[in-house]
């Protein structure tokens, strides 16, 4: 059964530094997503994207974030200067459709970062 | 302030006992869904549904679309269903982002 994988599972950095997450997304799915849970909270929608570019993004996603699909199978989260505060677990999702919330959406195991 | 609202928290359960998780939102939505999130922290879509109910083994889901609720069940609970349940909406717009709820985390036992 096609899944969403991610690496790396864990990611360890010093504050400052910038760090890149990759998502495989399912092959003919359409519509990424990236999510992030910091221990003990929900889960918080950070960016969607569709045909090269960003459809939506949160208010969390801010400037030190950027996302790219730069080949036809990976899709990254960039965090150019990791703060304390960026520590938790990222979820990348895909998608075939992403009209109106009403398809499901694949996630991936998640990477956990912890910014030192 | 957080726009989807589950109740309970924390359930515990013994194993066999028929669980009810609900959940609650605000504004109008296309599709409410529901997920299972394991203590590694793997996310596993459950159920996705705009109406009525859906069934999937002991799992079944149904929606009030009028009253914005929708509520979770599981028959027949069995230790292996501990985990955390989390309901969540679109975004809002035409896109598929998704709102979470704080979830509820379910422990069933032997």
């Known amino acids: 059964e096609p899944e969403v994988t991610q690496t790396p599972s864990h990611q360890v950095t010093q504050m400052g530094q910038e760090v890149i997450l990759r998502c495989v997304p399912i092959s003919n799915h359409l519509y990424f997503y990236w999510y992030r849970q910091i221990l003990g909270q929900k889960v918080e929608f950070l960016v969607s994207f569709y045909n090269n570019e960003i459809s939506e993004k949160s208010e969390i996603f801010d400037d030190q974030f950027s996302v790219e699909r730069p080949d036809g199978s990976n899709f990254t989260l960039k965090i150019r200067s990791t703060k304390l505060e960026d520590s938790a677990m990222y979820f990348c999702?895909?998608?075939?459709?992403?009209?109106?919330?009403?398809?499901?959406?694949?996630f991936g195991p998640g990477t956990r970062l912890t910014v030192l | 302030k957080n726009e989807v609202e589950q109740s309970p928290q924390n359930l515990t359960a013994q194993e066999g006992e028929f669980i009810t998780i609900n959940c609650s939102y605000s504004v109008g939505i296309s599709a409410l869904h529901w997920l299972q999130q394991h203590p590694g922290g793997g996310i596993v879509s459950l159920f996705m549904?705009?109406?009525g109910k859906k069934k999937h083994g002991r799992l079944i889901a149904t929606i009030n679309i009028q009253e914005k609720h929708s509520s979770l069940h599981i028959t027949a609970s069995h230790p292996r269903d501990s985990a955390v349940y989390i309901c969540?909406?679109?975004?809002?717009?035409?896109?598929?982002?998704?709102?979470f709820g704080k979830g509820t985390k379910l422990s069933v036992k032997p």
């Open positions: 549904l705009s109406s």
């Open positions: 969540a909406r679109n975004y809002g717009g035409s896109q598929g982002n998704l709102i």
């Open positions: 999702a895909s998608s075939t459709s992403g009209t109106s919330g009403s398809d499901e959406q694949f």
